[in-house]
Protein backbone atom coordinates (compact mmCIF):
# COMPACT_ATOMS: atom_id res chain seq x y z
CA UNK A 1 0.00 0.00 0.00
CA UNK A 2 1.46 3.51 -1.29
CA UNK A 3 2.21 6.06 2.24
CA UNK A 4 -0.40 8.43 0.15
CA UNK A 5 -3.30 6.34 0.20
CA UNK A 6 -3.68 6.62 4.28
CA UNK A 7 -5.29 10.41 3.05
CA UNK A 8 -7.82 8.21 0.46
CA UNK A 9 -8.41 6.14 3.85
CA UNK A 10 -9.21 8.86 5.69
CA UNK A 11 -11.65 10.67 3.03
CA UNK A 12 -13.96 7.47 2.99
CA UNK A 13 -13.87 7.60 6.70
CA UNK A 14 -15.17 11.18 6.27
CA UNK A 15 -17.88 9.96 3.78
CA UNK A 16 -18.77 7.16 5.95
CA UNK A 17 -18.99 9.36 8.75
CA UNK A 18 -16.54 7.90 11.04
CA UNK A 19 -15.75 11.15 12.72
CA UNK A 20 -17.93 13.42 14.97
CA UNK A 21 -16.52 16.38 14.11
CA UNK A 22 -15.35 16.62 10.31
CA UNK A 23 -17.71 16.59 7.40
CA UNK A 24 -14.65 17.33 5.16
CA UNK A 25 -10.85 17.88 5.47
CA UNK A 26 -9.84 20.48 8.58
CA UNK A 27 -9.73 24.00 7.94
CA UNK A 28 -7.84 26.36 9.63
CA UNK A 29 -10.75 27.60 11.96
CA UNK A 30 -11.80 23.36 12.68
CA UNK A 31 -8.42 22.77 13.59
CA UNK A 32 -9.03 25.31 16.16
CA UNK A 33 -11.71 23.22 18.11
CA UNK A 34 -9.28 20.92 17.87
CA UNK A 35 -6.85 22.55 19.58
CA UNK A 36 -9.28 23.38 22.38
CA UNK A 37 -10.94 20.17 23.07
CA UNK A 38 -9.16 16.95 22.82
CA UNK A 39 -12.55 15.48 23.03
CA UNK A 40 -13.38 15.68 19.29
CA UNK A 41 -10.32 13.32 18.73
CA UNK A 42 -7.81 13.94 15.67
CA UNK A 43 -8.06 16.18 13.24
CA UNK A 44 -7.84 15.05 9.73
CA UNK A 45 -5.65 16.90 7.53
CA UNK A 46 -4.67 16.92 4.08
CA UNK A 47 -1.48 17.78 2.44
CA UNK A 48 -1.00 19.82 -0.70
CA UNK A 49 0.37 17.51 -3.79
CA UNK A 50 -1.83 14.24 -2.98
CA UNK A 51 -1.89 12.17 -6.27
CA UNK A 52 -5.93 10.83 -5.36
CA UNK A 53 -7.27 14.33 -5.01
CA UNK A 54 -8.20 17.42 -7.40
CA UNK A 55 -7.01 20.58 -5.94
CA UNK A 56 -7.80 23.03 -8.69
CA UNK A 57 -10.86 25.08 -6.34
CA UNK A 58 -8.52 24.10 -2.94
CA UNK A 59 -8.12 26.51 -0.51
CA UNK A 60 -4.22 26.25 1.33
CA UNK A 61 -3.04 26.84 4.84
CA UNK A 62 0.09 26.40 6.85
CA UNK A 63 0.17 24.88 10.60
CA UNK A 64 2.93 25.90 12.84
CA UNK A 65 4.77 22.56 13.52
CA UNK A 66 5.65 23.49 17.11
CA UNK A 67 2.46 24.54 18.12
CA UNK A 68 0.49 21.54 16.78
CA UNK A 69 2.61 19.68 18.61
CA UNK A 70 2.24 20.89 21.58
CA UNK A 71 -1.16 20.85 21.42
CA UNK A 72 -2.30 17.58 19.85
CA UNK A 73 0.66 15.06 20.78
CA UNK A 74 1.30 17.18 24.02
CA UNK A 75 5.07 16.85 23.32
CA UNK A 76 8.09 19.08 22.02
CA UNK A 77 10.14 16.63 20.33
CA UNK A 78 9.86 17.00 16.83
CA UNK A 79 11.33 13.81 16.51
CA UNK A 80 8.19 11.66 17.51
CA UNK A 81 6.34 9.49 15.24
CA UNK A 82 3.26 10.89 15.12
CA UNK A 83 4.96 14.43 14.76
CA UNK A 84 7.28 13.46 11.65
CA UNK A 85 4.30 11.44 10.66
CA UNK A 86 1.99 14.55 10.39
CA UNK A 87 4.12 16.50 8.48
CA UNK A 88 5.79 14.27 6.37
CA UNK A 89 4.59 16.26 3.13
CA UNK A 90 5.61 19.36 4.66
CA UNK A 91 3.56 21.51 6.70
CA UNK A 92 0.79 23.22 3.99
CA UNK A 93 -2.62 21.60 4.06
CA UNK A 94 -5.85 22.10 1.97
CA UNK A 95 -9.14 21.65 2.14
CA UNK A 96 -12.19 22.45 -0.38
CA UNK A 97 -10.80 19.53 -2.62
CA UNK A 98 -12.28 16.29 -4.61
CA UNK A 99 -11.87 12.86 -5.19
CA UNK A 100 -10.31 12.40 -8.62
CA UNK A 101 -12.44 10.16 -10.79
CA UNK A 102 -10.07 7.31 -11.50
CA UNK A 103 -10.08 6.90 -7.63
CA UNK A 104 -14.01 6.60 -6.71
CA UNK A 105 -13.80 3.24 -7.06
CA UNK A 106 -10.95 2.43 -4.77
CA UNK A 107 -12.42 5.37 -2.37
CA UNK A 108 -15.47 3.32 -2.85
CA UNK A 109 -13.95 0.47 -1.97
CA UNK A 110 -13.07 1.26 1.79
CA UNK A 111 -16.48 2.90 1.63
CA UNK A 112 -18.17 -0.58 1.73
CA UNK A 113 -15.84 -2.26 4.38
CA UNK A 114 -16.87 0.24 6.53
CA UNK A 115 -20.42 0.09 5.50
CA UNK A 116 -20.65 -3.88 5.93
CA UNK A 117 -19.01 -3.47 9.69
CA UNK A 118 -21.50 -1.28 10.80
CA UNK A 119 -24.05 -3.76 9.30
CA UNK A 120 -22.32 -6.67 11.00
CA UNK A 121 -22.48 -4.66 14.53
CA UNK A 122 -26.22 -4.06 14.20
CA UNK A 123 -27.03 -7.91 13.23
CA UNK A 124 -24.93 -8.93 16.38
CA UNK A 125 -26.76 -6.19 18.45
CA UNK A 126 -30.27 -7.11 17.26
CA UNK A 127 -29.39 -10.59 19.10
CA UNK A 128 -29.02 -8.37 22.44
CA UNK A 129 -25.56 -8.77 23.34
CA UNK A 130 -23.41 -7.06 25.28
CA UNK A 131 -20.82 -6.39 22.88
CA UNK A 132 -16.90 -4.90 23.99
CA UNK A 133 -15.03 -4.01 21.02
CA UNK A 134 -11.02 -3.82 21.42
CA UNK A 135 -8.39 -2.38 19.11
CA UNK A 136 -5.03 -4.42 19.00
CA UNK A 137 -2.09 -3.46 16.18
CA UNK A 138 -0.11 -6.29 17.53
CA UNK A 139 -0.30 -10.26 17.27
CA UNK A 140 -0.91 -11.15 20.86
CA UNK A 141 0.85 -12.61 23.20
CA UNK A 142 -0.62 -13.92 26.53
CA UNK A 143 -0.66 -10.41 28.30
CA UNK A 144 -2.75 -9.66 25.55
CA UNK A 145 -5.01 -12.91 26.19
CA UNK A 146 -5.37 -12.26 29.63
CA UNK A 147 -7.27 -8.95 28.56
CA UNK A 148 -9.50 -10.93 26.62
CA UNK A 149 -10.48 -13.08 28.87
CA UNK A 150 -11.00 -10.31 31.80
CA UNK A 151 -13.46 -8.96 28.60
CA UNK A 152 -14.87 -11.65 28.07
CA UNK A 153 -16.02 -12.14 31.76
CA UNK A 154 -17.48 -9.12 31.82
CA UNK A 155 -19.51 -9.00 28.68
CA UNK A 156 -21.05 -11.26 26.11
CA UNK A 157 -18.56 -11.19 23.15
CA UNK A 158 -15.77 -9.53 22.70
CA UNK A 159 -15.17 -7.99 19.12
CA UNK A 160 -11.78 -7.59 18.10
CA UNK A 161 -11.66 -4.56 15.70
CA UNK A 162 -8.13 -3.94 14.41
CA UNK A 163 -6.83 -1.16 12.30
CA UNK A 164 -5.42 -1.72 8.70
CA UNK A 165 -3.89 1.01 6.67
CA UNK A 166 -0.48 2.91 7.31
CA UNK A 167 0.88 1.88 10.07
CA UNK A 168 5.24 2.63 11.35
CA UNK A 169 8.05 1.04 10.72
CA UNK A 170 8.40 -2.37 12.83
CA UNK A 171 4.19 -2.21 13.59
CA UNK A 172 2.88 -6.17 12.60
CA UNK A 173 1.41 -6.38 9.30
CA UNK A 174 -2.34 -6.65 8.67
CA UNK A 175 -1.32 -9.82 6.92
CA UNK A 176 -0.38 -11.16 10.09
CA UNK A 177 -2.72 -9.54 12.53
CA UNK A 178 -5.41 -11.40 10.53
CA UNK A 179 -3.87 -14.51 11.32
CA UNK A 180 -3.65 -14.34 14.64
CA UNK A 181 -6.95 -12.82 15.47
CA UNK A 182 -8.49 -15.97 13.22
CA UNK A 183 -6.86 -18.51 15.42
CA UNK A 184 -8.20 -16.43 18.67
CA UNK A 185 -11.66 -16.34 17.34
CA UNK A 186 -11.26 -20.22 17.45
CA UNK A 187 -9.48 -20.36 20.67
CA UNK A 188 -11.91 -18.13 22.57
CA UNK A 189 -15.65 -18.78 22.42
CA UNK A 190 -17.86 -15.44 21.84
CA UNK A 191 -15.10 -13.64 20.10
CA UNK A 192 -15.59 -12.22 17.13
CA UNK A 193 -12.77 -10.12 14.77
CA UNK A 194 -13.15 -7.79 11.59
CA UNK A 195 -10.83 -4.81 10.70
CA UNK A 196 -11.48 -1.11 10.08
CA UNK A 197 -9.84 0.35 7.89
CA UNK A 198 -8.26 4.21 9.02
CA UNK A 199 -5.01 5.41 9.88
CA UNK A 200 -2.68 5.52 13.07
CA UNK A 201 -1.61 8.54 14.69
CA UNK A 202 -0.04 7.69 17.60
CA UNK A 203 -1.38 10.63 19.65
CA UNK A 204 -2.05 8.60 22.80
CA UNK A 205 -4.87 10.10 25.07
CA UNK A 206 -6.29 11.82 22.33
CA UNK A 207 -6.35 8.92 20.18
CA UNK A 208 -7.78 6.94 22.44
CA UNK A 209 -10.52 9.24 22.81
CA UNK A 210 -10.50 9.85 18.67
CA UNK A 211 -10.98 5.58 18.08
CA UNK A 212 -13.57 5.59 21.16
CA UNK A 213 -15.60 8.05 18.38
CA UNK A 214 -14.95 5.68 16.00
CA UNK A 215 -16.47 2.95 17.83
CA UNK A 216 -19.91 5.03 18.44
CA UNK A 217 -20.36 5.38 14.76
CA UNK A 218 -19.57 2.36 13.86
CA UNK A 219 -22.73 1.15 16.46
CA UNK A 220 -20.70 0.01 19.69
CA UNK A 221 -22.07 0.10 23.17
CA UNK A 222 -18.30 -0.32 25.03
CA UNK A 223 -15.20 -0.01 23.75
CA UNK A 224 -11.54 -1.12 25.69
CA UNK A 225 -9.00 1.18 26.20
CA UNK A 226 -5.14 -0.21 27.62
CA UNK A 227 -2.76 1.60 29.65
CA UNK A 228 -0.72 3.08 26.66
CA UNK A 229 -3.28 3.12 24.20
CA UNK A 230 -2.48 4.55 20.78
CA UNK A 231 1.32 5.65 22.22
CA UNK A 232 4.71 5.09 21.19
CA UNK A 233 8.64 6.04 22.21
CA UNK A 234 7.12 5.58 25.68
CA UNK A 235 5.92 9.53 25.53
CA UNK A 236 2.90 9.26 27.25
CA UNK A 237 2.69 8.19 30.66
CA UNK A 238 1.17 4.78 31.71
CA UNK A 239 -2.54 4.76 32.25
CA UNK A 240 -2.69 8.09 31.03
CA UNK A 241 -5.17 7.54 27.79
CA UNK A 242 -7.31 5.09 30.69
CA UNK A 243 -6.92 8.51 33.37
CA UNK A 244 -8.77 10.84 30.22
CA UNK A 245 -11.46 8.42 28.75
CA UNK A 246 -12.86 7.86 32.04
CA UNK A 247 -12.68 11.81 32.72
CA UNK A 248 -14.27 12.72 29.94
CA UNK A 249 -16.71 9.50 29.05
CA UNK A 250 -19.84 11.73 30.11
CA UNK A 251 -19.26 13.13 26.55
CA UNK A 252 -19.37 10.05 24.34
CA UNK A 253 -22.61 7.38 24.11
CA UNK A 254 -19.71 5.11 23.97
CA UNK A 255 -18.44 3.86 27.19
CA UNK A 256 -14.72 2.96 27.89
CA UNK A 257 -14.09 -0.54 29.58
CA UNK A 258 -10.02 -0.76 30.85
CA UNK A 259 -7.57 -2.18 32.75
CA UNK A 260 -4.02 -1.92 34.20
CA UNK A 261 -2.92 -4.82 31.03
CA UNK A 262 -2.03 -8.47 31.30
CA UNK A 263 1.03 -9.34 32.83
CA UNK A 264 2.73 -12.70 34.25
CA UNK A 265 2.45 -13.37 37.72
CA UNK A 266 5.31 -15.40 39.41
CA UNK A 267 3.34 -16.35 41.91
CA UNK A 268 0.15 -17.20 40.59
CA UNK A 269 2.71 -19.09 37.31
CA UNK A 270 -0.45 -17.48 35.27
CA UNK A 271 -1.12 -14.48 33.49
CA UNK A 272 -3.26 -11.77 34.99
CA UNK A 273 -4.69 -8.59 34.77
CA UNK A 274 -2.47 -5.74 37.62
CA UNK A 275 -4.88 -4.78 40.06
CA UNK A 276 -7.22 -7.81 39.93
CA UNK A 277 -4.05 -10.02 41.21
CA UNK A 278 -3.00 -9.40 44.65
CA UNK A 279 0.52 -10.11 44.44
CA UNK A 280 2.91 -7.97 43.46
CA UNK A 281 5.56 -10.25 41.91
CA UNK A 282 4.16 -9.66 38.39
CA UNK A 283 6.68 -9.51 34.64
CA UNK A 284 5.59 -7.08 32.04
CA UNK A 285 5.07 -8.64 28.96
CA UNK A 286 7.77 -6.71 26.38
CA UNK A 287 5.99 -6.56 22.94
CA UNK A 288 9.26 -5.19 21.45
CA UNK A 289 11.24 -8.35 22.53
CA UNK A 290 7.84 -10.31 21.18
CA UNK A 291 8.33 -8.76 17.68
CA UNK A 292 12.15 -9.26 17.38
CA UNK A 293 11.50 -13.10 18.29
CA UNK A 294 9.11 -13.28 15.01
CA UNK A 295 11.98 -11.10 13.45
CA UNK A 296 14.16 -13.89 14.13
CA UNK A 297 11.93 -17.16 13.99
CA UNK A 298 12.59 -17.53 17.32
CA UNK A 299 9.60 -19.30 20.03
CA UNK A 300 8.85 -16.33 22.78
CA UNK A 301 8.04 -17.83 26.10
CA UNK A 302 5.14 -15.25 26.86
CA UNK A 303 3.16 -15.78 23.67
CA UNK A 304 0.96 -18.70 22.37
CA UNK A 305 3.16 -21.61 20.28
CA UNK A 306 0.31 -22.02 17.92
CA UNK A 307 -0.02 -18.50 16.86
CA UNK A 308 3.68 -18.27 16.10
CA UNK A 309 4.13 -21.25 14.55
CA UNK A 310 0.88 -19.67 12.35
CA UNK A 311 3.21 -16.57 12.17
CA UNK A 312 6.26 -18.16 10.80
CA UNK A 313 4.92 -19.70 7.94
CA UNK A 314 3.71 -16.42 6.32
Not at 37 to 64: E, M, T, V
Request: one cysteine or more; charged letters at 30%; glycine letters at 4%.
Amino acid sequence: MIDEEEYLISYANIQSNLFKSQKNFCNPNLLKTYYHDISLGFPICLPKGIKFFDYSKAKYFQIDTKFFSKKIFKTDNMNYVGVKKFFRYGNVFAFNVKIKREYKKKLDFYIKKTNSLKKKIRKLKSKNKKICAMQIRNVPHLGHEAVFRHILSNFDMLFLNPIYGIKKKNDFSDLYISKALKYIKQKYKNTEFDPIWTNFHYAGPREALHHMLMRQSLGFDYFYVGRDHAGAENLYPQMEAVRIVKKLKKKFKIQPFTSKGGFYCNKCKKYVIKGLCKSKNLINISGTNFRECIRKKLIYEHADKKIQNIIFKI
